[in-house]
């Protein structure tokens, strides 16, 4: 199972671009990185999915290096409804990959005005 | 309305006691998740399902019953609730052909006393 690392919080003002790092040093061959958000009291909504280099949509740019052992999330000009926690999952797409999505702890985004 | 949905919303119970917690889509997804979510552990996989008739425990299923006789419900069983079970349990689905994003409910806060 791939395992991730996140920072456990970060800080940041309106109108900033964040970026948060993931870790994820034994990726396998079949992974793909997914990031999530959520708000309090709500469920997780997903936010960007990527296997390599760049992926962008309207929210965000995921950035991924040749060796995959990590990637970052990038918000362009967050704004005070950003304040979330992020969460990045490495595991396969299809079937039986239930079992492989581990959500850990992810990283709480503090935007302040 | 389409969507996935969980009921209760908010469920208090005893220790000992059977608690049942329903998850409904309206998609016909074929993937459908439990998870609980307790502070300082994130989101933690229960039990998932491919498809009805077919499930498979996740990284904390000690504790659960699940089972899925129809596509649309997922419904996950409590047999015999402790307080370690006290908890905010959300429901999920997906389709593999859309890249395994999950959809979530809004989670349902089970407190056993």
């Known amino acids: 199972l791939a395992k991730t690392t996140q920072p456990i919080s970060m800080d940041s003002y309106e109108g900033q671009e964040v970026n948060i790092t993931c870790s994820h040093n034994?990726?396998?061959?079949?992974?793909?990185i997914t990031w999530y958000q959520q708000f309090p009291s709500q469920g997780p909504r997903f936010i960007i999915q990527g296997y390599k280099t760049k992926v962008t949509n309207e929210v965000a740019s995921l950035f991924i290096p040749a060796d995959r052992k990590s990637s970052t999330l990038s918000l362009p000009r967050v704004s005070l409804s950003d304040t979330a926690v992020y969460y990045c999952?490495?595991?396969?797409?299809?079937?039986?990959?239930?079992?492989?999505?581990?959500f850990g702890t992810g990283t709480r985004l503090a935007v302040r005005p | 309305d389409a969507g996935i949905t969980q009921s209760p919303r908010y469920k208090i119970t005893e220790t000992g006691r059977q608690v049942t917690l329903m998850c409904h889509q309206t998609w016909s997804h074929s993937y459908m998740f439990w998870y609980r979510q307790d502070l300082g552990h994130g989101l933690r996989l229960i039990y998932y399902s491919a498809a009805a008739d077919i499930t498979d425990k996740g990284e904390v299923p000690d504790g659960y019953v699940v089972s899925r006789s129809k596509t649309e419900n997922f419904p996950l069983t409590l047999e015999s609730a402790t307080r370690s079970q006290t908890s905010v349990y959300f429901c999920?689905?997906?389709?593999?052909?859309?890249?395994?994003?999950?959809?979530f409910g809004p989670g349902t806060r089970l407190t056993v006393l």
């Open positions: 999920a689905s997906s389709e593999s052909t859309r890249g395994d994003e999950q959809f």
């Open positions: 999952l490495v595991g396969p797409r299809g079937k039986s990959s239930g079992d492989k999505l581990t």
């Open positions: 034994n990726i396998a061959t079949n992974d793909y």
